[in-house]
């Protein structure tokens, strides 16, 4: 018998990334989430109180830009749809807010959209008519004796006045008198009529106006962290403010994140 041929010894051979796959493997990750972020979704803190208790101040929030997207012939599996009353929405204000040094912004603002093209609508106690029908609306602030307003609660009954303060635009002092029929506000065909949860604590287009079409960014889809975060927080815009804010979180994270509300849908 012809002796028997050795067995070679398997080695057992790591192959070791080296710094360019390294480097590459790691903008290929920030590639694709910069992709997600600025196509499909973007993030979005809540700065206000204008929709509790559906939203808090500190909600960190995925936005979906693609479901209210214009239809695009390379994504043909995505549901593309327009907005519809209820729908709570991302958009850029229609009109300008100065910034420290007096140059016009257009913030993000996430409101409750009430009335598309279209509609007529009025507010009697609170309550929303829309079309001659009263709506249920238990995500809105109710309104009672203590904190009725006839400008917020039976509009657009009262007129806006632009007084310091009021958050009330000139312009819309003038353009709304071209939109009450019967006492209703009627919407333009292209815009809608946007108004917070947080009914007498909200600046929405009961001061400024309808949103156009083409401002609508998107709907709030998940809540992924929520973070107790003061009122004021926005306007502390200071290096030293930021720096002692980021050390805060730090050190709090576990016992001020609200852990009920992160990773939950946005309805």
């Known amino acids: 018998m012809p002796p028997e041929k050795p067995v070679p010894a398997v080695v057992d051979e790591q192959v070791k990334e080296t710094t360019f796959e390294a480097v590459a493997s790691i903008c290929s990750v920030l590639v694709v989430g910069l992709f997600i972020l600025t196509l499909l979704g973007q993030n979005m803190v809540i700065p206000s109180g204008s929709m509790e208790k559906t939203l808090l101040v500190g909600d960190h929030l995925l936005v979906d ?29 229609p009109v300008a807010d100065p910034d420290k040094d007096g140059n016009p912004t257009y913030p993000f603002l996430v409101k409750r959209l009430v009335g598309i093209g279209g509609d007529h609508i009025h507010l009697r106690n609170g309550i929303i008519i829309l079309n001659g029908v009263a709506q249920s609306e ?76 083409e401002n609508i960014v998107g709907r709030p889809l998940l809540n992924y962290w929520s973070f107790k975060t003061p009122n004021d927080q926005e306007q502390k815009t200071g290096i030293g403010d930021n720096l002692a804010w980021m050390g ?18 946005v309805r």
């Not at 009914?199 to 001061?207: E, I, L």
């Not at 805060?248 to 849908?265: C, E, I, M, N, Q």
Request: no cysteine; proline share 12%; charged share 20%.
């Open 65 to 93: 830009r693609i479901t209210l997207a214009p239809p695009a012939k390379w994504m043909p599996l995505v549901h593309y749809r327009e907005p519809q009353r209820g729908d709570m929405m991302v958009f850029l204000k």
């Open 248 to 265: 805060h979180v730090v050190l709090h994270f576990v016992s001020d994140t609200r852990w009920k509300r992160t990773l939950h849908p």
């Open 138 to 213: 238990p995500y809105a602030q109710p309104t009672i004796p203590e904190n009725h307003s006839n400008f917020l609660d039976e509009f657009p009954s009262v007129p806006p006045d632009p007084e310091p303060g009021n958050f009330i635009t000139e312009a819309w002092t003038v353009d709304i008198a071209k939109h009450i029929e019967n006492g209703d506000l009627v919407v333009p065909n292209g815009m809608y009529f946007m108004m917070g949860d947080n009914r007498h604590n909200s600046a929405d287009s009961r001061f400024w106006g309808f949103v156009p079409r």
